[in-house]
């Protein structure tokens, strides 16, 4: 125990306001079959869109993210994200594998007093884009910043501050080779998930692995909020118009190409 407080004593910041990381905020996340609806609520990613916009925040510089979890993980593991020119892929891996200057964290969730908590990491690597990591995450570890605590304030009225946190855009180089869009794929079993370039779908070659629209929506969700916050500009006054396209595309896809046994 004392060596395991030690490993994670190493990844803590000097700013008292990014908590330090633990892998039990990881855990406490909804599983993501739980909480993808809210991506799909149109006027409430209006709003909270409307507190990046109001702020600046978007250009590429932080991301709206949905927090959810696909598997737990150990007392002693991390969640590493690793990229190469065309994907990227990500899993847990023991925390005394990882030196803490050779990843950043780029997933965080805001706590009620307006710190926020690393959840997972990104290795360094020639393939990180996105611009200095150390800067965007200064834009959001001072809790007395408008834009923290406009968006805790919000998330709190809601009731949605274990819901959705904020990101740092570092992968933009994937979504570059699909017009800005990215889909993501993950396996809960063997505990990983894995970024690629958004492509058209072809369900006919794919039908026996869709079990439900849960699967192509996980995707469409994560696909429209990655190019919502990576092409939005300022002139651009809500995420409303490419959520609601996003969805609607989806669903219209997904009752239009499956199996008439899949029930949802």
């Not at 407080?5 to 633990?22: G, I, K, Q, T």
């Not at 690393?118 to 007395?144: C, F, Q, R």
């Amino acid at each position: 125990m004392q060596i395991l407080f030690v490993l994670l004593s190493l990844f803590a910041f000097s700013n008292a306001n990014v908590v330090e990381y633990s892998p039990y905020f990881f855990n406490q996340l909804g599983d993501f079959m739980d909480v993808y609806q809210f991506s799909h609520n149109s006027s409430l990613i209006e709003s909270i869109g409307m507190i990046f916009v109001k702020h600046g925040m978007t250009e590429r510089k932080l991301s709206l993210q949905l927090l959810h979890t696909h598997f737990k993980i150990e007392d002693d593991e991390i969640i590493v994200e690793k990229m190469t020119h065309n994907e990227s892929f990500t899993m847990p891996v023991k925390i005394s594998s990882v030196k803490a200057h050779d990843v950043s964290p780029y997933l965080f969730k805001f706590t009620p007093t307006g710190n926020v908590i690393p959840l997972e990491y990104v290795e360094h690597s020639k393939y990180l884009t996105g611009g200095n990591m150390e800067a965007k995450i200064s834009l959001i570890s001072d809790n007395t910043s408008p834009f923290v605590q406009d968006m805790v304030r919000f998330l709190l009225s809601e009731g949605l501050i274990n819901v959705f946190g904020v990101g740092i855009p570092h992968r933009n180089h994937i979504g570059d080779l699909s017009g800005g869009a990215t889909t993501e794929n993950s396996n809960s079993v063997e505990r990983w998930y894995r970024v690629t370039p958004k492509t058209t779908p072809s369900y006919e070659n794919h039908r026996p692995t869709v079990k439900n629209k849960e699967d192509c929506t996980h995707g469409c969700a994560h696909s429209c909020s990655s190019h919502v916050n990576s092409t939005m500009k300022p002139t651009i006054k809500s995420k409303q118009d490419c959520a609601h396209g996003c969805a609607h595309s989806c669903s219209s896809h997904v009752n239009s190409t499956l199996k008439p046994t899949v029930k949802n």
